[in-house]
C-alpha cells in the first residue's frame, strides 16, 4: 500500500505539519555537500549578505593585509518602478534607483581598503517572491560561481535575525561541517542593542 504524502494528511494540525516540512529539510540540509573547497593557498573569503555589511561589520578585517575577497550574496538590483518598505522609510523613491546607489558606495568605501568587490545576482529577500524561495543549494551553487575555494569564510552571526543573515550563516554552518574554516562576525547596530546571542556567549 502506498503512504500519503504528510501533507495530505486530513486534520493534520498545521504546526506540526510545518515543523514536519522545517525537519525535512534540514535532514536534506544536513546531506548537502557545498561545491565551495577548502584551499589552505586561497584567499579568505568574506559573505556580505548586502552592500553594506561587509564595510559596516568587518573594517579592520578588509583594512588589514590579509588576502581575502570580498561577496556581496543579495546584490541583485531590483525591478524598476516599484518601493519596498526599507526604500520607502529612507525616502527612496524607486528600490532600483536606490540599489545602483548602495553599490556605488559600496564600491567605494571597499576601494579605501584596497578592495574590489564580487557580487552575486541574487535578490534582497524583501525582493524575492516568496522570501524562502532561495536555499542553501542554490545560494552554493551561485557562490561556487563566482568563488571556487577559500582558506577561511567569515559569516554573519544573524544578529538582528534578518532572513538573509540567517540563510547566511546557515550557509556558514554547512561549510563548516565540511571542514572550511569558519569565523562569525557581529552585525552593527544590532549587536550594540542586542549583544551576542546566548548560543555564542552562554
Known amino acids: 500500500m502506498r503512504r500519503s504524502p504528510l501533507r495530505s494528511l486530513s486534520g493534520l494540525p ?3 505539519y510545518r515543523r514536519s516540512r522545517a525537519l525535512g529539510k534540514a535532514h536534506a540540509e544536513a ?3 557545498p561545491r565551495l573547497r ?3 593557498d586561497a584567499p579568505e573569503l568574506v559573505l556580505s ?3 553594506d555589511d561587509a564595510v559596516l ?3 579592520s578585517l578588509l583594512s588589514s593585509d590579509r588576502e581575502l575577497n570580498v561577496l556581496n550574496l543579495f546584490a541583485g538590483v531590483p525591478p524598476a518602478g516599484r518601493v519596498e518598505v526599507w526604500e520607502a522609510v529612507s525616502g527612496a523613491r524607486d528600490s532600483a534607483e536606490r540599489a545602483r546607489g548602495r553599490i556605488a558606495e559600496d564600491t567605494l568605501a571597499l576601494a579605501r581598503a584596497g578592495r574590489a568587490p564580487l ?4 535578490l534582497d529577500a524583501q525582493y524575492r517572491r516568496p522570501p524562502s524561495a532561495l536555499d542553501l543549494q542554490k545560494l552554493d551553487r551561485a557562490v561556487s560561481d563566482e568563488v571556487q575555494s577559500a582558506s577561511r569564510v567569515y559569516v554573519p552571526a544573524g544578529i538582528g535575525a534578518h532572513a538573509d543573515h ?7 554552518l554547512l561549510l563548516l ?3 572550511m574554516p569558519v569565523t562569525l562576525y557581529a552585525e552593527l547596530p544590532y549587536c550594540i542593542f542586542h549583544g551576542w546571542p546566548s548560543w555564542v556567549d552562554g
Open 166 to 172: 540567517l540563510l547566511a550563516r546557515r550557509y556558514g
Open 14 to 16: 498545521r504546526r506540526l
Open 38 to 40: 577548502v584551499d589552505l
Open 57 to 59: 561589520d568587518c573594517w
Open 177 to 179: 561541517r565540511a571542514g
Open 49 to 51: 549578505p548586502h552592500w
Open 119 to 122: 557580487s552575486l545576482p541574487l
Open 31 to 33: 546531506r548537502l555537500q
